[in-house]
């Protein structure tokens, strides 16, 4: 699958946009995120707190607990900023 | 209805003018233009860097401007977003709505500026004067500005 992250998510994982293959244990958000914390120390840094992180799944806003499947695009970013 | 997510800025009387010419069913036109303040939290700033999800960014617009035009009664709607680096002056943002009467038109602009600054996917990156930079944070009153809009549109669909 396909993950995306932005603003200060892009910068500490060094990653803008990668595509993983997460073990099929890693069923939802959450479980992604936890997975994906194990990458790397900047991983670990970037996705330590779950609730300052906002996610969309396949461009639609998502909440940690939404679905994820092999083809989805996630996005992981910090509450947005714009006008 | 118009979208437009773009790097170079725009000429607000240029696209009011576009927007309703040749429609003599317009009565009112509103506009909002966000602008790049020169200050920076507490701090004096000197630019900015806008970053966006290209893609969801259009998206998400897309179906603010469908509720602004489910909700009013409008004869066109632009909304013109820009990325990348802005200098304090520079124009962010054009919000343009267009209706038969004033308060669908005011109301309809008031409520996609709220709308679009929390569900639009930007990120604000500020410079802060030092050679440092710094993520902007979302604001609370900018959480309540917007959800004003959905207590509103509750209450109205429940009478």
Known sequence: MKVLYFAWLRQRTGVGEETVSPPPSVRDVAGLVEWLRTRGPGYAEALKDLSAIRVAVNQEFATVDAAISPDDEIALFPPMTGG | ?159
């Open chain 2, 1 to 159: 209805m118009a979208i437009r997510v773009q790097r170079e800025d725009f000429d607000p009387g240029r696209e009011i003018e576009a927007l309703t010419t040749g429609n003599t069913a317009v009565g009112g036109v509103a506009s909002f233009i966000g602008l790049v303040r020169d200050v920076a939290g507490d701090q004096p700033g000197s630019a900015m860097t806008l970053e966006h999800y290209p893609g969801m960014t259009e998206k998400m617009l897309a179906e603010i401007d469908t509720e602004a035009n489910r909700r009013w009664p409008l004869e066109a709607s632009l909304i013109i977003h820009r990325y990348g680096r802005l200098e304090p002056g520079d124009r962010i943002v054009l919000v343009v709505t267009a209706s038969a009467h004033r308060a669908a038109a005011l109301e309809a602009c008031h409520f996609l500026i709220d709308w679009l600054k929390t569900k639009a996917p930007f990120w604000k990156l500020e410079e802060t004067g030092d050679g440092d930079s710094k993520w902007v944070e979302a604001r609370a009153s900018d959480d309540a500005a917007a959800d004003r809009w959905t207590r509103r549109h509750d209450k109205d669909a429940a009478e």
